[in-house]
């Protein structure tokens, strides 16, 4: 599966901005992650096949908002009140696995797309 994540760029402090990552393929669980400069990568969220199971990781809770268009193959990441330690490199990645385990191994990535949140 081929992932292409766009819709980073520059924003104020409390602003939003809006990821969309568009899949090649057939997908099951997709998440989005990130890694600012110096830093590993983290888990940000991810949603489930159906779009009816997400998860968050608790700096980001009710913040972001993962969802899913099955008929478009895409994944948005909605990212609200966002904070300058928000600023990181965001990936889209996907399981094969039809198992819901949003902790578990992402076989595909995306190249990332670049937010930067300035105070």
């Known amino acids: 599966v081929q992932l292409q994540a766009s819709g980073g760029g520059l924003v104020q402090a409390g602003g939003s901005l809006r990821l969309s990552c568009a899949a090649s393929g057939r997908t099951y669980t997709m998440g989005w992650f990130r890694q600012a400069p110096g830093k590993e990568r983290e888990f940000v969220a991810a949603?489930?096949?159906?779009?009816?199971?997400?998860t968050y990781a608790d700096s980001v809770k009710g913040r972001f908002t993962i969802s899913r268009d099955a008929a478009k193959n895409t994944v948005d990441l909605q990212m609200n009140s966002l904070k300058p330690e928000d600023t990181a490199v965001y990936f889209c990645?996907?399981?094969?696995?039809?198992?819901?385990?949003?902790?578990?191994?992402?076989?595909?990535w995306g190249q990332g797309t670049q937010v930067t949140v300035s105070s």
């Open positions: 990645a996907a399981r094969r696995s039809l198992t819901w385990n949003p902790s578990g191994t992402y076989d595909d």
């Open positions: 949603i489930s096949r159906n779009g009816l199971i997400t």
